[in-house]
Antibody, heavy 123, light 105 residues
């Protein structure tokens, strides 16, 4: 079965750190660019970061630059999001998504989403 | 970059629903659309302005011209009730619209 499964969502205090993981299965992971997207419950979607198939291209949303780090391990079919210096406004469901577009020389689009993992920032 | 969507759209069953997404010179960018039903992850319904992924019904179509991209659902069904999000990529940054809640009543 083709799927993405996120994990690592927890309750964390402001200023703290956590690492989200996303495991892929059912497809050739290193053929794809991967992203993280987040959503405050009841609100819209917000893009977080992109990592190309080989990690050679990495981009972040401005509000995450310098605090979040996206990485991947193709030997483990996994992508990660290290979240540092978290703020209350980082509270959201974080989705791992697959992108067949960017690596093909066109604009990114997301054809596979995980179920999401909830990060709550609270003291 | 900003994308603007109407917060809500209502449509009667069997009628055509139109959801817009506006942005400066949006026609210069590829636009995608995602459907998100309550409690579920988003699903891609349109990519590269007007392409449908496999498994998406033909009643879903998209267009992009000028400053506005449009998602059209012909013969809307009750199962189409959901939030719809548009998305575009510019200058190595992804932008989503605020989302539109489609009500079928």
């Amino acid at each position: 079965e083709v799927r993405l499964v996120e994990s690592g969502g927890v309750v964390v205090e402001p200023g703290g750190s956590l690492r989200l993981s996303c495991g892929a299965s059912g497809f050739t992971f290193n053929d794809y660019t991967m992203h993280w997207v987040r959503q405050v419950p009841g609100k819209g979607l917000e893009w977080v970061a992109l990592i190309s198939w080989d990690g050679g291209s990495i981009y972040y949303a401005d509000s995450m630059k310098g605090r979040f780090i996206i990485s991947r391990d193709n030997s483990r079919d996994s992508v990660y999001l290290q979240m540092n210096s978290v703020k209350n406004e980082d509270t959201a469901v974080y989705f791992c998504v697959r992108d067949p577009g960017y690596g093909s020389g066109t604009s990114p689009y997301f054809d596979l989403w995980g179920q999401g993992t909830l990060v709550s920032v609270s003291s | 970059y900003e994308l603007t969507q109407p917060p809500s759209v209502s449509v009667s069953p069997g009628q055509t629903a139109t959801i817009t997404c506006s942005g400066d010179r949006l026609q210069n960018y590829y636009v995608c659309w995602y459907q998100q039903k309550s409690g579920h992850s988003p699903v891609l319904v349109i990519y590269q302005d007007n392409k449908r992924p496999s498994g998406i019904p033909e009643r879903f179509s998209g267009s992009n011209s000028g400053n506005t991209a449009t998602l059209t659902i012909s013969g809307t069904q009750a199962m189409d009730e959901a939030d719809y999000h548009c998305q575009a990529w510019d200058s190595n940054t992804m932008t989503f619209g605020g989302g539109t809640k489609l009500t079928v009543l």
